[in-house]
């Protein structure tokens, strides 16, 4: 099944303690992304990934670092995470066939961070 | 100002009602209009897919596209106590990097 795997789903932790949520897609998909969610702000992008080794920042990247050393992962690292950290994250991954080529975003099913 | 503008709501009708979402947008670069539809607890899924203006049909659902009005919406024919979920409206520019932005999304409910 095609499919964007995140983990955890869940996850609460302290302030300060690093942390990282893991993001895999079996689509062979070019093109990953991290958002994060939030009540009245809709979808805001974090980092996104035109293709391995290729990364570059979205809106809101403050605190945040994401790498991609191989195709199918796309984790998300939060080095010294803060209450405003908290949020929904979702993680999502797209065929990028040229640099204007548009097609759907196929999204994981979201990990919910709460940060004490 | 957003770039997207969208009712979060909720918005509440009964089961059969006609539903119309809508958002407004304030970029005239975007070419590519979608609807996703989010259920509680899972990630957004594409729903309809529209480029440039113009209508377009699925099953019970119509997109529709107003560039010269910078105004989208969706409508929901029949409406299915299925059909309870947030809807977010996104767009993205041709040409270049496709940054995709999203409107807030809107949360229906549909009474049996």
């Known amino acids: 099944e095609a499919q964007v795997t995140q983990n955890p789903r869940y996850l609460i932790t302290v302030t300060g303690k690093k942390l990282t949520v893991t993001c895999s897609q079996n689509m062979n998909h070019e093109y990953m992304s991290w958002y994060r969610q939030d009540p009245g702000l809709g979808l805001r992008q974090i980092y996104y990934s035109m293709n391995v080794e290729v990364t570059d920042k979205g809106d809101v990247p403050e605190g945040y670092k994401v790498s991609r050393k191989e195709k199918r992962n796309f984790p998300l690292i939060l080095e010294s995470p803060s209450p405003n950290q908290t949020s929904l994250y979702f993680c999502?991954?797209?065929?990028?066939?040229?640099?204007?080529?548009?097609?759907?975003?196929?999204f994981g099913n979201g990990t919910r961070l709460t940060v004490t | 100002q957003k770039e997207v503008e969208q009712d979060p709501g909720p918005l509440s009708v009964p089961e059969g009602a006609i539903v119309s979402l809508n958002c407004t947008y304030s970029n005239s670069a975007f070419q590519y209009f979608m609807w996703y539809r989010q259920y509680s607890r899972k990630g957004p899924e594409l729903l309809m897919y529209?480029?440039?203006?113009g209508n377009k049909e699925d099953g019970r659902f119509t997109a529709q596209v107003d560039k010269s009005s910078k105004y989208i919406s969706l409508f929901i024919r029949d409406s299915q106590p299925s059909d309870s979920a947030t809807y977010l409206c996104a767009m993205s520019p041709s040409g270049g990097y496709q940054k995709v932005t999203f409107g807030i999304g809107t949360k229906l409910q549909v009474i049996p």
């Open positions: 999502a991954s797209r065929v990028q066939r040229s640099m204007s080529s548009n097609s759907p975003l196929h």
């Open positions: 529209t480029y440039s203006s």
